[in-house]
């Protein structure tokens, strides 16, 4: 059974500092996604990542995959109040649904 | 807007009611899944359709909880007798075929409160 485990699962930052969220699934995926989510609001699509070793970044977001550790993070530069959110990993594979993680909730402080 | 869309956004019902939710994809998407989440949890699959047919189903879908895609097109899924625990967030996403359209497109959601 493929699962997927986020950590930390609350994350208060100070406005300014780096920190990095980590994601571990449980059996070989082909894909790995991260999403935001704000309150009372759907997904919010920010990477998908495809291969090993493989980094994306998006403004003060950056996320890799090692898949030989099964393992993503996801790397906040410099935060600001507006990445204030929900941030979810999910991994899938073929046309399976989508298996997510229980969310790691972040707020920005300053 | 070619996103995929939900209706309704919100519904509030009384315990024992039915509600049905509806959902249009992508309009070139085949595949369509349903997720429910529940209050500070991720997304859990409920089903999944190719074109009209259901091909698989979690064993979170009771038998009270039944999923239609007539003609390969919109969705809608049916709660009988709804319970105070099926309040949650119900998503809906879509994708397409072929080795490129592997990223799923999530819709605004329905939330469900059962009162």
């Known amino acids: 059974e493929l699962k997927v485990e986020q950590n930390p699962l609350f994350l208060s930052m100070q406005e300014g500092k780096n920190y990095t969220i980590y994601c571990n699934y449980s059996t070989t995926s082909d894909r790995l996604y991260w999403y935001r989510q704000d309150p009372g609001k759907s997904l919010e699509s920010l990477f998908v990542l495809l291969s090993n070793g493989a980094v994306k970044q998006e403004g003060r977001l950056m996320a890799s995959l090692d898949t030989k550790a099964r393992l993503s993070t996801l790397h906040i530069t410099a935060a600001v109040h507006d990445l204030s959110a929900t941030y979810f990993c999910a991994v899938d594979r073929g046309n399976t649904p989508l298996v997510f993680g229980k969310g790691t909730r972040l707020s920005v402080i300053a | ?115």
């Open chain 2, 1 to 115: 807007d070619t996103g995929v869309s939900q209706d309704p956004r919100h519904k509030i019902t009384k315990r024992g009611q039915n509600v049905t939710f509806r959902c249009d994809p992508i309009s070139e998407h085949n595949r369509l899944y349903w997720y429910r989440q529940t209050l500070g949890q991720g997304p859990e699959f409920l089903t999944y359709f190719q074109n009209e047919a259901q091909l698989e189903k979690s064993r979170l879908l009771s038998d009270r909880f039944s999923a239609e895609r007539p003609k390969g097109s919109f969705s809608t899924l049916e709660i009988q007798r709804t319970e105070q625990g099926d309040s949650a967030m119900y998503l809906c996403a879509s994708r397409g075929t072929g080795l490129k359209y592997y990223e799923q497109y999530f819709g605004p959601g329905t939330r469900l409160t059962v009162t």
